[in-house]
């Protein structure tokens, strides 16, 4: 992962990686070898080049391994006694790896102690670029766990590093200015994978207090049996907690969804002013991903996923952490989490930039260029819906406001 030294005049990008994370994350028995994709495509489109953008520059960052201890701030003892110890890969008990979730999409495996700490180390090394100066945004796209809870393996989530990331955030302080007590920092977490942020959603439920630090929003396709299901999951009601939102969508979501539902995004940004930003760009709500509920487009047009990122990094200005996850076609999600890179340098690639010869380059067929088009699919999100979205959120937000001001 070597190259050139960052240039420290510009603003810094931290791309966490490290051929120790692709190695492991290799070894995780969904999305294999994905990881080796974006990071290889990224590099051979030129992303990690110290003059790519005239404005920001990329530092590869490889991650700290979390230890013991960083992982137990959220995962309990019990869970993590038995992921960490490699004696549990062949053998462990059924009956603990039934209660820990540790079967079916979440099977044991060789290399799991390893994979844990190095994913949950990699979202809280992306955490820590930020109290860098100059490091306004940072890159982790072996993270984005979101399924993953406090005491079960989940969704082929076996480390809550959103969580992790979240709590280590919530920690941060900056000095008060009439030398009261520290000022406590406000994060949003914003979640764009087709799958309902349950994980997340969960840990942070209900925990905002009379000044609240922390909001949690997830975009998604929520349907009976459609995993996961939670009634966290759902439109936000006159009783649920306003700093836990949902924005559920229906199938064919496209780009003019995306658009109309970025409306409700950019109210609650308003009204919540975070100091932090955790984007969770899970992709597989792209046109062409396996499991073809959504028909989101990668760019440019408003609304694609392109221009739902691009707001965040541009016109927000919050530091931020943008994270990767679903995406189970994976030349697909190579080609959007490096498509993304180079909108977070300040320098978007042009779509129709064919990719480049390098060693994954026959996995590029038969386009072998950078874009993800929508298909054909019908946007069974009418007008009726979208606004009784909006009648939903408008009502948050002011309930969002009022908290705020208090
Ligand atoms: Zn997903």
């Given at each position: 992962m070597a190259t050139a030294e960052p240039d420290w005049e510009k603003g810094i990008v931290a791309?966490?990686?490290?051929?120790?994370?692709?190695?492991?994350?290799?070894?995780?028995?969904?999305?294999?070898?994905r990881s080796a994709l974006v990071h290889t495509l990224a590099r051979a489109l030129g992303l990690f080049l110290r003059n790519f953008s005239p404005t920001r520059t990329i530092a590869l960052v490889p991650?700290?391994?979390?230890?013991?201890?960083?992982?137990?701030?959220y995962h309990t003892k019990e869970y993590l006694d038995f992921v960490l110890d490699p004696n549990n890969v062949?053998?462990?008990?059924?009956?603990?790896?039934?209660?820990?979730?540790?079967?079916?999409?979440?099977?044991?495996?060789?290399?799991?102690?390893?994979?844990?700490?190095?994913?949950?180390?990699?979202?809280?090394?992306?955490?820590?670029?930020?109290?860098?100066?100059?490091?306004?945004?940072?890159v982790c796209w072996d993270g984005g766990r979101h399924h993953a809870q406090k005491l079960q393996a989940s969704g082929f989530c076996y480390v809550a590093d959103c969580t992790l990331a979240l709590m280590a955030l919530r920690r941060l302080t900056q000095p008060n200015p009439t030398a009261g007590l520290p000022i406590k920092m406000r994060t949003m977490y914003l979640d764009l994978d087709l799958h309902f942020s349950d994980g997340v959603l969960h840990a942070f439920h209900r925990m905002s207090t009379a000044s609240p630090h922390l909001l949690t929003f997830s975009i998604h396709h929520a349907a009976p049996g459609f995993f996961?299901?939670?009634?966290?999951?759902?439109?936000?009601?006159?009783?649920?907690?306003?700093?836990?939102?949902s924005l559920p969508l229906r199938p064919g979501a496209s780009n003019r969804t995306?658009?109309?539902?970025?409306?409700?995004?950019?109210?609650?940004?308003?009204?919540?002013?975070?100091?932090?930003?955790?984007?969770?760009?899970g992709v597989d709500g792209l046109a062409g991903d396996p499991c073809a509920v959504f028909n989101w487009a990668l760019g440019p047009d408003?609304?694609?996923?392109?221009?739902?990122?691009?707001?965040v990094v541009n016109e927000w200005c919050s530091k931020k952490v943008l994270l990767g996850r679903g995406g189970y076609d994976l030349p697909n999600a190579a080609r959007a989490w490096a498509y993304l890179t180079s909108v977070a340098l300040g320098h978007p690639l042009?779509?129709?930039?064919?990719?480049?010869?390098?060693?994954?380059?026959?996995?590029?067929?038969?386009?072998?260029?950078?874009?993800?088009?929508?298909?054909?699919m019908q946007d069974q999100n009418t007008s009726e819906y979208l606004l009784a979205v909006d009648t939903a959120f408008d009502a948050v937000v002011n309930k969002i406001t009022e908290r705020m001001a208090k």
């Open positions: 791309y966490v990686a490290s051929a120790d994370l692709t190695k492991v994350s290799f070894l995780l028995p969904s999305n294999r070898n991650p700290q391994s979390a230890g013991f201890a960083e992982l137990n701030s062949e053998g462990g008990d059924e009956g603990t790896k039934m209660e820990l979730g540790l079967e079916d999409d979440c099977p044991p495996f060789e290399g799991m102690a390893q994979y844990v700490c190095l994913v949950g180390g990699a979202s809280l090394t992306a955490v820590k670029m930020l109290c860098q100066a100059g490091c306004e945004l940072a996961p299901t939670s009634p966290l999951a759902a439109l936000p009601s006159p009783d649920s907690d306003p700093f836990t939102l995306f658009a109309r539902a970025w409306q409700c995004v950019e109210l609650v940004r308003a009204a919540f002013d975070p100091d932090y930003v955790v984007l969770q760009c408003e609304g694609s996923l392109r221009w739902c990122v691009g707001r042009s779509l129709d930039t064919p990719i480049p010869d390098h060693a994954h380059f026959p996995t590029y067929a038969p386009s072998f260029s950078l874009d993800v088009t929508a298909g054909n």
